[in-house]
């Protein structure tokens, strides 16, 4: 976890933060740490994203588990044939596991090198996990299926969010739930960067979903929290550990 993490952790835990969080000279700092911690992740992306995707796709073959470029890192290998210049993370994306096929990812990720950053929960089950390979941060987004589409869960920080640290961690409760669906109608293998890997077979009507139909000209301002995902009715049934 960086400085400027590990300060907004601390903060986030205290009664202060929502007063602190509007304060413009902070707001001016938060920028400037937020821009540096960017420009870190996306150097390292550019030095060792390859080699922490070669290991992906190593473990995955070892447990004998789907799993596809997805997001960023699926839209970088379409269109720049290589990752996108701006992006700060590899994005995969891999079917819905069991507890126990949850425990064997986690012990391959980290026989591999990588160490955990942070786990989502939504109704008792992790449905998103980060992973840092030589500062990489990797996301993994867990999929269920239905009748030709595939949906993942993105949980944020809302007004009924709390955080308690401890040494070891921050657990985050209270936490807003969009359900992310795009039609999904198998893998296909697809030559990135000189090895093969797997990607939505049809990936042209992914993207479109994904990023609009505009997907192909780049557009470093995209932000994901502006598409229009459908939100589900807060339940208390979230939560979140950052590791510290």
């Known amino acids: 976890m960086t400085v400027y993490e590990k300060v907004k952790s601390y903060f986030r835990s205290k009664k202060v933060y929502q007063t602190l969080r509007s304060n413009p000279v902070l707001l001016k700092i938060n920028q ?6 960017e420009a870190a992740k996306r150097e390292s992306v550019k030095n060792y994203g390859y080699e922490a995707l070669l290991h992906v796709k190593e473990l995955f073959a070892e447990l004998k588990l789907d799993f596809w ?5 699926l839209l970088g290998a379409i269109r720049e044939k290589d990752f996108i210049g701006h992006d700060a993370d590899i994005d995969i994306g891999t079917f819905f596991t069991t507890g126990e096929d949850a425990k064997a990812v986690e012990k391959a990720f980290i026989g591999k090198g990588f160490k955990k950053a942070r786990e989502f929960w939504f109704e008792g089950n992790i449905v998103e996990e980060t992973y840092i390979y030589k500062g990489v941060n990797l996301d993994v987004y867990y999929y269920v299926t239905g009748e030709n589409r595939v949906s993942c869960f993105a949980l944020e920080e809302g007004e009924h969010t709390i955080y308690k640290k401890s040494p070891e961690e921050t657990k985050i409760t209270g936490l807003v739930v969009k359900k992310l669906t795009t039609t999904f109608s198998g893998m296909t293998m697809i030559d990135f960067k000189g090895n093969l890997f797997p990607i939505p077979e049809n990936y042209d009507q992914y993207l479109k979903e994904n990023y609009g139909e505009t997907y192909m000209i780049p557009n470093p301002n995209w932000d994901w929290t502006k598409v229009d995902n459908e939100t589900l009715p807060f339940k208390d049934n979230t939560k979140a550990y950052l590791f510290h």
């Open 32 to 37: 400037h740490y937020r821009e540096s911690a």
């Open 69 to 73: 470029l997805d997001y960023g890192t």
